[in-house]
Structures are given as structure tokens and as C-alpha cells.
């Protein structure tokens, strides 16, 4: 677990986290190991490790807020929710005060050999997350390479992928650091489906510009 300015950051494994602040708040539900209720959860885009219809019954109850990506909307049917709100590349809602802006998570060079198409085109509308919490703003890239709409954010904590083959690699995903200008980064999407703790070491080693926190993944 990582604590930046009273906002506590812990890694529920994958892409998977869980965001503290007098509220909680969890992003990609996947593989959660024992129910734990949030107040809002985001979901970045419809893939089973992201949009786990049995992970998200063990965090949203009658009193949660669902954050989406308009893909998985029509999906969340049989889950206990507050109310479901679609989210769109670019825009930007306040929530329970929480601002979360919705940024393009897409791919430009990890095709699908089945489908000669990217893993995650860009029409579809997938996304990743930016943050602010009281001032204190955190980037969760969603499935994602480095593309343009995530120049020069500059989060103060930055969650991004380092697995390679649907997402960046390390060294990509180092390159995405410089562009997006954070001043702490946590690598994310390995160990569960694909990408192992030394990815997230070399992403470490690579990154000069910021300090780099690998989390240990909790239950």
C-alpha cells in the first residue's frame, strides 16, 4: 500500500486497485480474493479481466456508484448498484465531489493475429481514469499504449501497464512516464494473465524521471 497525501493506493492484483480517502473507491475489479464494499467503482473497458461480472458482485452493493466505460453499461445487469453513470474519452464528471475524467485507452501496435485489428481500437471508447481527489489527482491508464491524450497530465501518482503484448511493456511503458510527467508511477497488468514482478523491474530500473513504487498485491 502506497499513502500520498492522506489518499491511500493499495494493488489488488492485475489492474485491480482500491483508492481510500474517507471514501472508497475501486478500479477494475478482478480476481478480489473477499468482498469489499466500495463506494464507486470504475470500470475501464468490457474484457472479462476488467469487467468481471463475479468480482464486481463483491464490491458494489445497493449503495455504489458505477463509473463506465458506455461498452459495459448494458452489461452490468444482476449487479446491486446506487446508479450507473457511462463515462466517454474526454469527458469529465464530478461524482460525491470526485472529479474523474474520462482519458482514450487504446492500442496502435498490439494487433489481435485473429482479428488483424488492435486488442483495444479506438472506436470502441475504452478508458482509462484521471482522479482528483481534493487536489490530490491519480491516472489509471486502463489497457493501453502511449498514445497522445495522455501528454502532459502530470498526476500525481500514475498507474500504468507494463505486461507487453495487450499493453505497453516496460520500456514503453518508461517512455509513457516522460510524456505523461507523474510524480509517482505504480506498474500494473502482470501476474495474473500475462507479464511477471520482473516487468515491473525493468520498468523501475528504466525511469529516471519520478520515483517508481512496485506494490506487493493484496487480498
Known sequence: MLEYKGVKITWLGHDAFLIEKDFKIIIDPYRISKPLEA???LVSHEHFDHMSVEDL???SSSRTTIVAAK???SKLAGIPFKEKITLAPGEEKAIHGIKIKGIAAYNIDKI???TKKPFHPKEDGKIGFLINIHGTTI???GDSDLVPEMSNLQ????LVPVSGTYVMGPREAARAVDAIKPKIAIPMHYGAIVGSP???QEFK?????????ILTKEP
Open 39 to 41: 463506494n464507486l467503482v
Open 57 to 59: 458482485g463483491k464490491v
Open 71 to 73: 461498452e459495459c453499461i
Open 112 to 114: 489481435n493475429p485473429d
Open 139 to 141: 491516472y489509471h491508464t
Open 155 to 158: 498526476p500525481d501518482v500514475l
Open 198 to 200: 520482473q516487468d515491473a
Open 205 to 213: 530500473n528504466a525511469v529516471t524521471s519520478c520515483e517508481v513504487h
